[in-house]
């Protein structure tokens, strides 16, 4: 296999980090760049080369739709911090989870059940804030790209937090689990304006754009 | 307006270019400051072309390769000269205040 070859292949393998449709577009036109930019003889892409190319994929995943409104811009900034905060809770319940048992079996000694439904209890908070997170990462991906579900997901995460909220106030969270419920709150206060921003009528447009040149009748039964 | 966007569109003022030849004209625009890879190059130009500031002018087949030239929009254009006039004004508002001796210096 020539050098140029053995080049090229190496190249295609980084231009698949990027959507398929760029690739559709500009696949063959980047390559052509690629190669012409390299050295004499070279047949691995080079480290710099290499991170630009994973770079300029990451800025395309991440690019907004167009004709994105400004409320839906800081809702999306609201709800990547709002998976920040639900990863730093599930470091926080990890951390804190010697100090709540100790507490609870301080203020319940010799309650083995009360130990036990801590322990039940800790294994859903990890899995329901490691959820949050990954939930999170997919409904900032879905909104920037203007899909309406991911705004349902966001209400309904929104929902999930005021519930645990709610729950852990009335068992007396905020005796035993200070910073749990610190973090919970910073989580709250990040989703309340990033789900009233969504659901603004300026919002609503970009996620359920008028469509264009379809009659009433069509819309409703659809076209033939 | 980012830098490498405002360099891309100074590059095609002058008229089209294709990929390689945006990323030479770049680096003398710069003074070989800005030195453009296929990455970021692609990932503007995909946006700037999205965003109606430049357009595909043509495409030709070399050495078996494709090379498609881009041109600047009238709104790029537009874009392009008001970008240039803000910073212009921050420049003479940087030089004005300066000391004489070295606004001179830089001028």
């Known amino acids: 296999m020539s050098e140029q070859a053995s080049l090229e292949r190496r190249y295609r393998r980084l231009l698949a980090w990027y959507p398929r449709s760029f690739r559709r577009k500009n696949e063959e036109e980047i390559l052509a760049v690629l190669l012409a930019c390299a050295q004499e003889g070279q047949q691995r892409p080079g480290l710099a080369a290499s991170a630009d190319m994973i770079k300029g994929a990451l800025q395309v995943w991440l690019r907004p739709a167009p004709g994105q409104p400004h409320s839906v811009r800081i809702a999306i900034r609201l709800v990547c911090a709002g998976a920040v905060a639900q990863l730093a809770t599930m470091i926080m319940i990890v951390a804190t989870a010697g100090r709540v048992r100790s507490a609870i079996a301080r203020g319940y000694p010799g309650l083995a059940a009360a130990q036990h439904d801590v322990k039940t209890m800790l294994v859903v908070h990890y899995a329901g804030a490691a959820l949050g997170v990954v939930l999170c990462l997919v409904a900032t991906y879905a909104l920037m790209r203007g899909r309406d579900w991911a705004r349902i997901v966001v209400a309904a995460d929104f929902g999930w937090i005021t519930l645990n909220m709610l729950y852990t106030t009335l068992q007396g969270g905020a005796v035993y689990a200070p910073a749990d419920m610190v973090a919970g709150t910073v989580e709250w206060l990040l989703f309340l304006p990033a789900c009233v921003l969504l659901f603004t009528a300026t919002s609503g447009r970009f996620y359920q754009p008028e469509p264009r040149g379809v009659t009433a009748w069509q819309g409703t039964f659809g076209t033939m | ?107």
């Open chain 2, 1 to 107: 307006m980012q830098e490498a966007t405002y360099l891309i569109l100074t590059a095609l003022a002058a008229g089209s270019q294709h990929g390689y030849g945006i990323i030479v004209d770049v680096s003398e625009i710069s003074g070989g400051r800005v030195r453009l890879r296929a990455g970021t190059l692609y990932a503007a130009l995909d946006r700037l072309r999205e965003d109606g500031l430049i357009a595909v002018d043509r495409e030709e087949i070399v050495d078996n390769r494709l090379r498609r030239y881009y041109r600047l929009t009238p709104e790029g254009e537009k874009r392009l000269a008001d970008e240039a006039a803000r910073l212009h004004a921050n420049a003479m508002a940087a030089m004005r205040r300066l000391k004489p001796g070295l606004a001179t210096g830089m001028a």
